[in-house]
């Protein structure tokens, strides 16, 4: 099946390549190549109300005969484009969002005028699309569409000198929990992507290495909570795309940025740019140093047989240090039509990592008897690495494009515990010997991505997609768990250390079909994915293989009912596979007396997705919500049991779960210097639960909300505040309970606005708290966990050859798909 893709890919590739004439039959034919032609048409556009160079522009040459599409370019820093052609007569359309398109006709090229210079073109600001489309003015918080969001987060204040956890936790319907898991609607089931494919970036633990990655790495954050056969069909709530910063301006320009916090956060970072005529150069370098301090209090109340007695645990860490990430490539303009980008990124990070946790066992009167300290000195290292190849090719025919991605990926991460406990009689004073025990933990990652994309317009608005795809992932991970016994010899603990190997491969196709008939566009797909999985145990010889073959099918409608107002419906099925930490038996041993572990039989769990949006539009103001329902089969949570005091808490497939639920969204710009947007999530959901022979059926009705304000106080100051607030939620096995947190962000732009200053403040009141019940039939726990403390940082970022990005927002609520991220 390998060898079948890359022969497809291959072949494909050599199909583009077959279909370019020699150079002596375009001189014969006068159908010279893009890029080649003497044949040329050059002008430069400008804004007619403030004289200021559009960049980004685009502009196409049509033929005067059949308005087909013979040309094309997008206008540069300074306004100027230049389009390769044939001899004959055009028509040159001139369009950017919220501006008045221009169209220019009577061009004419031949052997006598070679190039035509349209001169100055001045495009004046279309109000009323201005008006219509704004979610917000500048480029920041929010642009909507009926399948996506994106969401520009580098002006939200709060995110300066952050990293990419933090930034997720800010977004509208996204959670970040006490251990780093991402949430989307309520559900862990989400896809995280790094422009649209895996990434290094995120490592082997996605909990981990958000967390070092840095916010102003990151342009932007696309949501897509019913992706189509296009996309990836895993993660079941959604695919979560960050996509890194990247320029493409003529010259030499970038951003730096230094950052100093509290608690410690100190670093550095740069983003550069240089580009001429047929090659762009992209580096981004950061670097930071951070100790987060944390930590929570755990209540627990065993009531096994007809005994009873409680252990009340305190727990405090700090955790932290070094970070490196490292990334840097180049875009090859072959000609207009073909380019290939090559990018390379290395993260390596040194982590000092300090938890204490502190017993006190009490007798079923409340009597305290014992009390045990136990402390762990950890060090993590991390190296994360990645290489890229993408081939893109454009074609005369707009909308035809081909592209094929080659990646490769290594990533390693290595975890060395000392742990020492001690135990002390409350009675007598008395003391028992002290403990010593060791743990480590040896991981690697590597893994191959293959992928080629094909996209064929037919008519006016009809085009066919296509793509194949090849996926290779092996991971294993060596964990060792010792004690040193009375004569300081190391004794291995054989129950919790073990050899963990997991191999997976994924080979998939899809096919999709859109049109638009009216008012009404529609999208139907299908992808079809092969999973071939293998995990092993080498200390016991457990292997388990699971091997399945799915079709994934997608339906998105949309209705344009007005110019202000559309509606869409879609459809779409996805599967979570169990991850490799969901999988893996064990991976720390911190907390003897509270072991987590993973389940290497776990089964993927399907879901089957609806929505229901309407998006509305007003002079300053979006309304946007959308009914959604999923059916999930083969559910997993986590589920906890007892024994001799210590609680093991392991994934499982408990059963099915429906959702349902209403997102709102709402955007207002009700002057020039107050903005508000805010969103809302109501969900309902049912289990239908049971696990190690209990049932665990529940429901709950719960929601979650964040308002966001920004004022601006002066020319050069603004000020943000941002609220959260998450209900209860009622699990199997307990319940989660409600927090409010208070964000703060002020800003000042300096140095004629080629910097900012930004002091940020998160979690103002000390409350983003991870508060919890546990209950079983012999167990009932109470507690709460911060994995952070209120924190404030200081930012400096310098803009080079830039000026502070300020840009109209297009809403494209009647689009179906397209958009960076697919594939």
Excluded at 534 to 548: A, D, H, P, V
Excluded at 580 to 602: E, Y
Excluded at 645 to 651: A, E, L, N
Aim: charged share 25%; proline share 3%; aromatic share 12%.
């Amino acid at each position: 099946m390998k060898p079948f893709l890359l022969f497809v890919l291959m072949a494909m590739c050599t199909g583009i390549i077959a279909q370019q004439p020699d150079w002596k039959k375009r001189q014969e034919s006068g159908d010279f190549g893009a890029g080649q032609s003497p044949f040329k048409v050059t002008g430069q556009v400008f804004d007619a109300q403030n004289g200021e160079p559009l960049e980004y522009v685009t502009t196409a040459l049509l033929s005067q005969k059949d308005s087909t599409i013979v040309g094309g370019a997008v206008t540069d820093v300074n306004g100027k484009f230049e389009i390769s052609t044939r001899p004959g007569r055009f028509i040159l359309q001139i369009q950017y969002i919220s501006y008045k398109a221009r169209t220019i006709k009577g061009i004419q090229l031949n052997r006598e005028q070679m190039t035509r210079d349209v001169g100055t073109i001045n495009l004046e600001p279309d109000i009323e699309i201005l008006d219509e489309v704004v979610v917000q003015g500048e480029k920041s918080t929010m642009t909507m569409t009926l399948d996506k969001r994106v969401f520009n987060v580098g002006k939200d204040l709060t995110n300066a000198g952050r990293t990419a956890a933090d930034l997720l936790d800010n977004i509208p319907s996204v959670s970040v929990d006490i251990e780093g898991n991402v949430s989307l609607r309520g559900s862990q089931n989400v896809r995280i992507l790094v422009d649209g494919k895996p990434s290094g970036l995120v490592g082997i633990s996605t909990t981990n290495g958000l967390r070092q990655i840095q916010s102003n790495m990151i342009e932007r954050v696309e949501v897509v909570t019913n992706p189509s056969a296009k996309y990836d069909a895993e993660g079941s709530a959604g695919i979560i795309n960050l996509i890194l910063k990247k320029e493409k301006r003529e010259g030499v320009n970038g951003t730096f940025n230094a950052i100093l916090g509290h608690p410690e956060n100190y670093g550095g970072s740069f983003n550069l740019n240089y580009r001429k005529k047929w090659m762009n150069l992209f580096a981004s370098y950061g670097v930071d140093y951070r100790k987060n301090p944390g930590g929570g209090k755990t209540f627990q109340t065993f009531f096994p047989g007809d005994t009873l007695y409680f252990t009340e645990r305190d727990r405090q860490h700090v955790r932290g240090g070094w970070s490196n990430n490292l990334r840097f490539g180049s875009d090859f303009f072959l000609n207009s039509k073909n380019t290939i980008t090559v990018a390379a990124l290395y993260r390596v990070s040194n982590e000092d990592n300090l938890s204490n946790i502190f017993y006190q066992d009490y007798d079923k009167n409340r009597n305290l008897l014992f009390v045990t300290e136990r402390h762990d000195i950890e060090q993590e290292i991390d190296k994360n690495s990645e290489y890229s190849v993408n081939y893109s090719r454009t074609f005369s025919k707009k909308g035809q494009k081909f592209t094929a991605d080659v990646q490769y990926r290594d990533n390693n991460e290595t975890e060395q515990s000392d742990i020492n406990e001690v135990t002390r009689s409350v009675e007598d004073g008395s003391q028992d010997p002290e403990l010593f025990q060791r743990s480590l933990n040896d991981e690697f990652d590597r893994g191959w991505l293959i992928q080629a994309d094909y996209e064929h317009p037919f008519g006016k608005n009809a085009k066919l997609e296509l793509g194949v795809r090849n996926s290779i992932r092996r991971i294993g991970n060596d964990y060792l768990v010792e004690e040193q016994n009375e004569n300081g010899d190391w004794e291995n603990l054989e129950s919790f250390s073990n050899n963990f190997n997991y191999d997976e491969d994924i080979y998939a196709s899809y096919v999709m079909f859109g049109n638009k008939v009216n008012k009404l566009s529609y999208q139907l797909g299908v992808r079809m994915e092969i999973t071939d999985i293998r995990t092993e145990l080498e200390q016991s010889g457990e292997i388990n293989n699971k091997n399945y073959t799915d079709l994934f099918p997608s339906v998105h409608l949309t209705y344009g009912l007005k110019k202000e107002k559309s509606i869409q419906g879609s459809y779409s099925r996805r599967v979570r596979r169990p991850w490799f930490r969901s999988l893996n038996p064990f991976s720390s041993f911190t907390d003897a007396r509270n072991i987590r572990s993973g389940n290497p039989d776990l089964d993927p769990t399907y879901t089957d997705s609806y929505e229901f949006g309407v998006l509305q539009n007003w002079k300053k103001a979006s309304f946007y919500y959308a009914v959604y329902y999923r059916y999930s089969t083969d559910v997993v949570t986590r589920i906890t049991t007892v024994e001799d005091g210590v609680t093991f808490t392991r994934p499982e497939n408990v059963g099915s779960k429906d959702d349902i639920g209403l997102e709102i969204t709402y955007s207002n710009e009700f002057n020039s210097w107050l903005r508000v947007n805010g969103t809302a999530n109501f969900y309902h959901s049912v289990y239908d639960a049971f696990a190690n022979g209990e049932d665990l059926s529940t429901q709950t009705t719960t929601f979650f909300t964040r308002v966001m304000s920004q004022i601006k106080i002066k020319k050069d100051w603004d000020f943000q505040t941002t609220l959260n607030y998450r209900a209860p939620q009622e699990v199997p096995q307990g319940k989660r309970k409600s927090y409010f947190v208070v964000d703060l962000g002020l800003s000042r732009d300096v140095m004629k606005g080629k910097g900012t200053l930004t002091l940020s403040i998160r979690d103002l009141f000390n409350t983003r708290k991870w508060r919890y019940e546990t209950i079983t039939s012999t167990y009932t726990s109470v507690g709460d966990f911060q994995w952070r403390s209120r924190s404030a940082v200081l930012s400096f970022n310098y803009r080079l050859h830039q000026k502070k990005r300020r840009q109209r927002s297009g809403n494209r609520g009647g689009d179906f798909g397209g958009g960076e991220g697919e594939f």
